[in-house]
């Protein structure tokens, strides 16, 4: 498997295959039940931001909607960009109810020639839908930068608090937007909200469990990660577009091997196993 990794702000972004439709480990949305429709408390990280109209924004928007749904993403993410115009219509029906998805590019702060590019992809999707990058709230980008699955979605109630487990993947499949539209509905009538999305025992959804998967083996020794992340050059994987991923993390940690002792480097070694083992698990669901 090539690398599909992109690496920016010293995230590595683990973009799922175009055609991803899948929602987290088993296509489903997972709402804590509470009494009257309301959600436990798992507030979002406060947070500023600026939309692509370049008004300022921050954690109040919540409070504007029975639900907002937050779809993370980034220029060079080809399922992303794939499923803009889908979300442009489910944004309509959101609206609707008075919910609203707004998109949150995580790499537009970074430059204006990110921005304008991020705009322009919009302009050619025919997506209208709010879009921002957010640029303050320490915790907030921090929990950014712990998404590593392009797209994810999370949904917020009008409280702040986050909605059941993010949906990692595309949402554009109708079963599941239709999904969505009847749990923000249950919300705002005050029903009590659980699982939502439907499964389906898919290609896709065995891609999006096994990368979910990878993506804890970086949290289980995430301060390493972090380190051999922060060491990356930027445009590090368009150098290297020919090898996998475990052999551009091989690379990446030998060029920076003198901030680790042994025992740290036999730990990354191990884990790079294992992410190489996901890797040629999912090459060959792609293949059959």
């Known amino acids: 498997m090539k690398v599909f990794k ?5 995230l590595v ?3 799922l295959i175009t055609s991803l439709a899948a929602c987290g480990c088993n296509g489903t949305v997972d709402s804590q ?19 692509f109209e370049g008004n300022n924004v921050d954690s109040t928007l919540f409070s504007n909607n029975e639900v907002t749904l937050l779809n993370f993403w980034f220029n060079g993410c080809s399922a992303c ?15 609707e109810k008075g919910a609203e998805l707004v998109g949150v590019n995580v790499e537009a702060g970074e430059s204006e020639e990110l921005l304008s590019e991020a705009k322009e992809i919009l302009a050619k999707q025919g997506a209208t839908y709010r879009n921002l990058f957010i640029n303050g709230g320490d915790e907030a980008q921090d929990y950014v930068g712990k998404i590593f699955a392009f797209p994810t979605t999370i949904m917020v109630d009008k ?5 059941g487990e993010p949906i990692t993947g595309s ?15 249950d919300i705002k009538n005050g029903k009590e909200v659980a699982t939502a999305l439907p499964s389906e025992d898919t290609v896709d959804d065995k891609v999006a469990a096994l990368s979910k998967e990878q993506n804890n ?35 990446q940690i030998e060029n920076c091997k003198d901030l680790f002792t042994e025992e740290e480097l036999q730990t ?11 890797d040629k698990k999912i090459q060959g669901l792609r293949e059959k």
Request: with cysteine.
């Open 13 to 15: 972004a683990l973009v």
């Open 159 to 163: 409280n702040g608090n986050i909605i």
């Open 217 to 251: 083996i970086f949290l289980e020794h995430q301060e390493l990660w972090d380190k051999v992340f922060e060491n990356i050059e930027k445009n590090a994987s368009e150098q290297l577009p020919d090898c996998t991923y475990a052999e551009f993390l091989t690379l």
């Open 171 to 185: 949402i554009e499949d109708e079963k599941k937007m239709d999904a969505i539209l009847k749990l923000v509905e």
């Open 33 to 51: 039940s509470a009494p009257n429709g309301a959600t436990q408390e798992n507030p979002f990280p406060e947070f500023t931001g600026t939309d």
């Open 268 to 278: 990354l070694k191990k884990d790079l196993e294992r992410i190489d083992e996901i």
């Open 6 to 10: 992109k690496i920016a702000s010293g």
């Open 81 to 95: 960009v794939n499923e803009m115009p889908a979300l442009e219509e489910l944004n309509e029906k959101l609206r």
